[in-house]
């Protein structure tokens, strides 16, 4: 048996259930090998503003991000975007079976979680966001959410590259 097939072996007896996600280090390691897809959730309310949550990660930094999150193994864009309403916004959403925009993202300087394809589905509030987790001063705290009539100074860069051109609407 080849070295790779020994990897190969050994991954899939550490990785029961890829759909469950991979664990951060093998997420990490498969990142630096390929891109990663993940949806991304653009929700406005009647008022036209735009709802980003608070991220804080060791790679990209902290600040306002599209809520979103990347695919599982044999996971709809469906599923994923529930989850990421669940869990980042504490509410449901509607959205339309295909995403609106897809938009590739490459950091030059970095392999891990360096190369994304983001596909933007807007979105509609179905419930409303759990305001246990809205950001209620200037310092905002991880996983919180906040509604924006302009794109904040503190916009994630990797987000306004993609995205920033939404708040010029």
């Excluded at 390929?34 to 790679?59: A, C, H, K």
Aim: glycine share 6%; net charge negative.
């Amino acid at each position: 048996m080849s070295d790779i097939s020994k990897v190969i072996e050994l991954l899939e007896e550490t990785v029961s259930d890829a759909s469950q996600g991979l664990g951060e280090e093998l997420f990490h390691a498969v990142s630096k090998l390929t891109p990663m897809v993940n949806v991304e959730l653009l929700i406005r309310d009647e008022e036209g503003r735009t709802l980003l949550t608070w991220r804080d990660d060791e790679l990209y930094g902290p600040g306002w991000h599209f809520p979103g999150g990347v695919l599982r193994f044999k996971e709809t864009f469906a599923q994923r975007i529930e989850t990421v309403a669940r869990l980042e916004l504490g509410s449901t959403v509607s959205h339309a079976e295909h995403p609106d925009q897809v938009r590739a993202s490459m950091n030059e300087t970095r392999d891990i979680r360096g190369h994304f394809v983001s596909l933007l589905f807007y979105c509609q509030l179905t419930s409303p966001l759990d305001d246990n987790r809205k950001a209620t001063n200037a310092e905002p705290q991880k996983g919180q959410w906040a509604w924006h009539t302009q794109k904040p100074d503190n916009l994630l860069p990797v987000q306004d590259r993609q995205f920033g051109y939404i708040f010029e609407d």
